[in-house]
Each structure stands twice: as C-alpha cells, then as structure tokens.
C-alpha cells in the first residue's frame, strides 16, 4: 500500500502563492503518474494536474498558466506550484498516483490518495 504524505497547505490572500508537496512511500514513484486534485465545498472532486514518469503534464483548463507540476523521484515527492490564487481556487487538494507509467488522452482515474490538505484564498 502506497502512502501519500501532503503539505504545504493554508491560507493565502488572492494573487498569492503556496507550494503544495506531497511526498511517497514505495520503490516504484519514478515509474508511475503522480497528481493533484481538488474538491470545492458541494462541489464533485476535480483532476487539477497530473505528471507522468517522463515528466509530461496535464492541467485544467482554470489553472493553465497559473499552477505548475513537478516531481523530483529523488525525493518520492511532487510539488504543485500555484502562482495567482483565486478564491475560486479554495478547496482540500489531494496527492494521488496511477499505477501506470503515463496516458495515451487523458490521466486514468487514480489508485492512491492521500488525506488532503486544505487551500484557503481570501478575496
């Protein structure tokens, strides 16, 4: 069982930024896709990006050119980089990883979560 460690979560006034980090236990990080998600109060949870083992990205269309992707499997970790937060952004973002080493289309749905962490942008 692969356990997902987040951090990095808080409150922020809107144009700011935070880095979120996720770290992982397991031998195989370096061969599977890590994501993050995102789940709004009454809202369904969302795919907000996703990197896969060669280091190709996919981001929602809300957060293209604002947030960033990055891994380093060194570390077992991936990072979320978020630049001009929105209070739109406010939701728990959850670490997730695929079993799979990357996409043909789209990010298959996860196989891991960790527990969240909570992002907060003040208007």
């Known amino acids: 069982q692969v356990q997902l460690v987040e951090s990095g979560g808080g409150l922020v006034q809107a144009g700011g930024s935070l880095r979120l980090s996720c770290a992982a236990s397991?031998?195989?990080?370096?061969?599977?896709?890590m994501g993050w998600f995102r789940q709004a109060a009454g809202k369904q949870r969302e795919l907000v990006a996703a990197i896969d083992s060669a280091g190709a990205t996919n981001y929602a269309d809300s957060v293209k050119g604002r947030f960033t992707i990055s891994r380093d499997n060194a570390k077992n970790t991936v990072y979320l980089q978020m630049n001009s937060l929105k209070p739109e952004d406010t939701a728990v973002y959850y670490c997730?990883?695929?079993?799979?080493?990357?996409?043909?289309?789209?990010?298959?749905?996860?196989?891991?979560w960790g527990q969240g962490t909570q992002v907060t942008v003040s208007p």
């Open positions: 397991g031998s195989r990080f370096s061969i599977r896709i």
């Open positions: 997730t990883q695929t079993r799979r080493t990357g996409w043909s289309n789209t990010p298959p749905p996860p196989d891991y």
